[in-house]
């Protein structure tokens, strides 16, 4: 699906694909312009749900949560989980879980779809998927826009050469949170950076972008 309706099957019996039938998720309106659906198994097993409403430079991404004894999903986010406010939109990783039992988000903004718009990655993190906090652990407003500048974990600019899709989430060996992303910068172009005690550290490894 890329900026198309929802296109949804539910089994009428479990683990059986043969009894598969289409179904409504929500049937919210945003469900009506459906790019990048993202399932995600959250805490104590719960099925969740990601997707991004509108287009590039101007959508919303949403977050939905399966009720497993009413058979039946539900929008948790009403105002979306990210808003570009008519102006940008998220480009999201799926949540990690880590060692630490927090759900790990990374994301990226932009403005058009030009990926030369890209900018600021940013990170939050939850115990639930419900409530989201910054590195430092301060809890964040929901929706997120790229006004909310405390979840900035690193400010490239437009034409930074951030890419989307190419960040992920990870752990060191203690444990720690480890964001690895491309971007440009004055000689090098991959980048590990460290959350550690709510603060980033970034490292600039070697130069590709010269190379290729």
């Keep these: 699906m890329h900026n198309s309706p929802m296109t949804y099957f539910k089994s009428d019996l ?7 039938r289409p179904a409504l998720m929500t049937n919210a ?32 991404n949403y977050h ?14 009403p105002h979306g989980l990210h808003d570009g406010t008519g102006r940008s939109s998220a480009y999201m990783e799926r949540p990690v879980l ?10 990226l903004w932009r403005d058009s779809p030009d990926v030369s718009t890209n900018h600021d990655l940013c990170y939050v993190k939850s115990r639930d998927l419900l409530q989201w906090e910054t590195a430092a ?20 600019p437009v034409n ?13 060996l203690e444990n720690q949170t480890v964001l690895s992303y491309i971007r440009l910068s004055a000689t090098e172009s991959f980048v590990l950076s460290d959350i550690v005690g709510g603060c980033l550290q970034i490292s600039y490894f070697h130069q590709l972008v010269s190379n290729l």
């Design 160 to 172: 930074g050469g951030l890419l989307n899709f190419r960040v992920a989430v990870g752990f060191d």
């Design 137 to 156: 652990g301060d809890v964040v407003e929901i929706p997120l826009k790229p006004s909310t500048r405390s979840v900035i974990a690193d400010p490239v």
């Design 14 to 20: 479990p683990l059986d694909v043969s009894s598969l």
């Design 64 to 77: 939905n949560a399966y009720d497993t004894s009413a058979g039946v999903w539900s929008l948790l986010t």
């Design 98 to 107: 880590g060692p630490d039992g927090y759900y790990h988000l990374a994301w």
């Design 29 to 60: 309106s945003a469900e009506r312009f459906v790019t990048y659906p993202t399932f995600v198994r959250g805490p104590r097993g719960s099925l969740h749900f990601f997707f991004r409403s509108g287009g590039s430079g101007r959508g919303r």
